[in-house]
Nanobody, 126 residues
Framework: VQLQAYGGGSVLAGDSLSLSCAAS????????MGWFRQAPGKDREFVAT????????YYTQSVRGRFTISRDNDRNTVNLQMNNLKPEDTAVYFC????????????????????WGQGTQVTVSS
């Protein structure tokens, strides 16, 4: 499966952005999907994950209440709505897919994801 993330940009603190990840090659319904980010000079970190059936969602603590992950299996897309953005959210954001037989499964570990898209830059200025 090929993944392409888009929707990044430069915004001010408190603004919102909506990232999307378009998948091709396979239906994503059998994939746990995740968003990760990497800030300059830092390791990649987990942001959010959603199970194949959309029933289970998990966020890293720093984005809870501000970010919302969703998916549309019919459209083969995964979205990340980011509200009340903060300068510390500045990073390159990546979407990833983890093939799984568990439609309820979620994972925060990057090494479990099989496919990665190219990143999209999000810059938040104070």
């Amino acid at each position: 499966v090929q993944l392409q993330a888009y929707g990044g940009g430069s915004v001010l603190a408190g603004d919102s952005l909506s990232l999307s990840c378009a998948a091709s090659g396979q239906t994503i319904s059998r994939f746990t999907m995740g968003w990760f980010r990497q800030a300059p000079g830092k390791d990649r970190e987990f942001v959010a994950t959603i199970s194949g059936n959309g029933g289970n969602i998990y966020y890293t603590q720093s984005v809870r209440g501000r970010f919302t992950i969703s998916r549309d299996n019919d459209r083969n897309t995964v979205n990340l709505q980011m509200n009340n953005l903060k300068p510390e959210d500045t990073a390159v954001y990546f979407c990833a897919a983890d093939w799984t037989q568990n439609p309820n499964g979620v994972t925060t570990l990057g090494e479990y994801y099989d496919y990665w898209g190219q990143g999209t830059q999000v810059t938040v200025s104070s």
